[in-house]
C-alpha cells in the first residue's frame, strides 16, 4: 500500500483525486494521512467526498475514512467498470474536480461511458466549465481518445445546482509534444453574471478594457437565468493554432469588480507575454494524462507548487519522473520520462 501525508507539497484535495485516479488505473491500494493538511479546514470536504465515491464507484473499490471532516482516508481500488454515471456534489463543490478524478481511467476502460455531474461548474478554487472543454480537453483528445463535454446548467458558488455532461470514446494515451502555441487565431473577454446588478459585469469589462488593450469587440457582458445566481465571472481567452488559454476571475463578496478584472488581465498579460504553451492551471492538468501515456513534452510558465506536488504523486504510483527545466527564456520545459 502506497503511504501519503496529505500534507506535504501543496496540501490539498489534488493530492486525493490524482492518488484515486492512479490507484484506479494501477491497481495499487493507498492509505493518506493528515488529508489537505496545509488548508485552512483540513479534512475531506464534500466535493472530495463525491470524488472520492465516484472513484470508488466507477472501479468497485474498498474505502476508509470517507466522511466531511475525514483527516485519513484509505482506498482499495477493484476493477474500473465503464458505463453511464450520474454524481452530485449536492453543493457547489466543483463538478470539474469530481471529473478529473475519475477522466483518466474511464479513458483507458476499454468501452464508452457518459457522465453526469451535478454541482458547481463555476466557482473559486476550481478551473470553470470553459476551461476544461476549451482548453484541457482538446489537448486530451489530440492524445487519442475523444471526450466531449457540454454544460447543461450554470453553478455559481455558493448556490451550486449546475449539471455537465461528458461523453467519453475511450483510446490508449499517445505522448505529444506541447512546445509551441502557434499564431494568435482569436480573443475575447465575457463576463457573466446572474441575480447580480448589470454594473458589477460593466465595471470588470471596463478595467479589462482598459488594462488588456484588446479590439473593442471582443468584449461582451452576458446574464443569465436569475434562478441561476447569484454568481459573477469574467473569463479571458486567447485562442492559437494549438491551445487555448482561459484566464478566470470569480465575484465574491468584498473584491471589488476593478480588482478581480485588475488580477485576471494581469495573469493574461503574462501567459501572452511569455512563449509557454501551458498557462499554470493547464501546466497541472496535463501532468497525469502525460505520465500515463509514458512520456510527453511541454512547456509552461514557473511551475506551481500543484504541479510539483501533482509529479511526486505520480512518481510514487507510476515510476515516472516528471523533469521541470527553465529556459533561456524564462519558460519551464516538462518532459515525462
Known sequence: MIIIDGSEGEGGGQIVRNACALSLVTGQPFQITNVRGKRSKPGLMRQHVTAVEAARTIGSGDCDGLAVGSGELAFRPGTVVPGEYRFAVGTAGSTSLVLQTVLMPL???GAPSRLILEGGTHNMMAPPFDFIARTFLPIVNRMGPTVDAR????????????????????????????VER???????????????????????????KKLLGWPEEVFAVRQLPEEQGPGNILLLEAAYEHVTEIVSGFGQLGVPAEQLAKRAAARMSGYEASDAFAGPYLADQLLLPSALAGGGTFTTVKPSQHSLTAADIIERFLGRRCVFEQLASGTHRVEVR
Open 107 to 109: 479513458i483507458l476502460a
Open 182 to 208: 502557434g499564431a494568435l487565431l482569436s480573443r475575447s473577454a465575457l463576463a457573466m453574471f446572474a441575480g447580480l446588478p448589470f454594473e458589477v459585469a460593466d465595471r470588470e469589462i471596463a478595467t479589462a
Open 151 to 178: 454544460l447543461i446548467k450554470h453553478g455559481f458558488y455558493p448556490r451550486g445546482g449546475g449539471r455537465i455532461e461528458v461523453d467519453i470514446t475511450p483510446a490508449p494515451l499517445r505522448p505529444i509534444d506541447c
